[in-house]
């Protein structure tokens, strides 16, 4: 499967921005999918995963109630939707699909840069 990431771009603190991930092939309903971010000088982090069915989610605290992941198996999409954005925000995103109990994810997309101006 490969995977497409989009929607990134500069935002001001406190803007939003939703991140989308679509994924080519037949296979995207058996994956689950998790969105990382990678800031410069830091590690790779996740940021949120959702299973393949979509019933269960799973945040970092650092973001929890303020962005949401949601997917759409008919459209082999994923979505992050951030609201709230903060300077510490700004990183590389990142979409990725596997097996999330097991945290591996062979499946990555290119990234896209979200910046957050203070």
């Known amino acids: 499967v490969q995977l497409q990431a989009s929607g990134g771009g500069l935002v001001q603190a406190g803007g939003s921005l939703r991140l989308s991930c679509a994924a080519s092939g037949r296979t995207f309903s058996t994956l689950d999918m998790g969105w990382f971010r990678q800031a410069p000088g830091k590690e790779r982090e996740l940021v949120a995963y959702i299973y393949r069915s979509g019933g269960f989610t799973s945040y970092a605290d650092s973001v929890k109630g303020r962005f949401t992941i949601s997917r759409d198996n008919s459209k082999n999409t994923v979505w992050l939707q951030m609201l709230g954005l903060k300077p510490e925000d700004t990183a590389v995103y990142y979409c990725?699909?596997?097996?999330?109990?097991?945290?591996?994810?062979?499946?990555w997309g290119q990234g896209t840069l979200v910046t957050v101006s203070s």
């Open positions: 990725a699909g596997g097996v999330a109990t097991a945290g591996r994810y062979p499946y």
